[in-house]
């Protein structure tokens, strides 16, 4: 399982930090933050450590890192979106790397579960760029399993019993214990599964593991899910 995480987000400590243990880095592209700059330096060191690089687009909210559900134009949206990823590659082509695959930021992310307009708009913006796309891992998103999607499982994240991530809004959200980290990476990585906040177990099936690079100690994180699942950094 590859070991992802969302990066180009103004921390470049912690991308520095965490880019040498994981495999691919989703690269905020303007929509919820970051500009050509951020993503030409973000591109580069995920070149340095030949890591995977993905555009990492959202809706264009700003105000908001991305994180509020927008109720605009299906045209305006994808306008928006094709721009994020057309600067993602300009920025890739300048340091001579290249992106290989698309994962929604934020509230589009978690909006592609119920709104099948959106995840239509998303999967031909990606065959546009001919680009796979990472979705996450749940029940209602099994049909699309293919070789243009990839799923990924969060570490960091508590799930509801439906197999989504818990609001933000609640304390529990995200996990702030290293051992509770690994643990569910761990239980993703080699039980295909997780336990909810509710303590259910569920079952996940993901190719590729994320944890947040603003999440409290997500270098210790990364670290300790590369180190104790003897994984190695993607060549």
């Known amino acids: 399982m590859k070991l992802n995480c969302d990066l180009g987000e103004g921390l470049p400590d912690i991308d520095t930090a965490v880019m040498p243990y994981i495999d691919m880095a989703n690269i905020a592209c303007g929509g919820h933050t970051g500009d050509f700059d951020s993503m030409t330096e973000t591109a580069r060191l995920a070149q340095k450590y030949k890591v995977i690089i993905g555009a990492h687009p959202s809706y264009p909210d700003r105000e908001n890192f991305g994180r509020h559900s927008l109720n605009i134009a299906e045209s305006e949206l994808a306008d928006s979106l094709i721009k994020q990823i057309s600067d993602l590659n300009n920025a890739c082509t300048k340091v001579n ?119 409290l100690g997500a270098v210790e994180m990364i670290k300790s899910i590369r180190q104790k699942l003897k994984k190695t950094p993607c060549e």
């Open 97 to 215: 790397a290249q992106v290989s695959y698309i994962k929604p930021h934020g509230a589009l992310y978690n909006d592609l579960i119920h709104k099948q307009n959106l995840l239509k708009l998303l999967i031909e913006i990606a065959d546009s760029f001919s680009l796979k796309l990472m979705l996450m891992a749940h029940p209602k998103l099994n049909a699309l399993k293919n070789s243009n999607i990839l799923f990924e499982a969060f570490a960091d994240r508590a799930y509801t019993d439906e197999g989504e991530l818990v609001s933000r809004q609640y304390a529990h959200a995200v996990h702030q214990d290293i051992n509770q980290v690994y643990e569910q990476a761990s239980n993703l990585s080699q039980r295909h599964g997780l336990y909810t906040e509710s303590g259910k177990w569920i079952e996940v099936d993901a190719e590729s593991l994320c944890v947040h690079s603003d999440s």
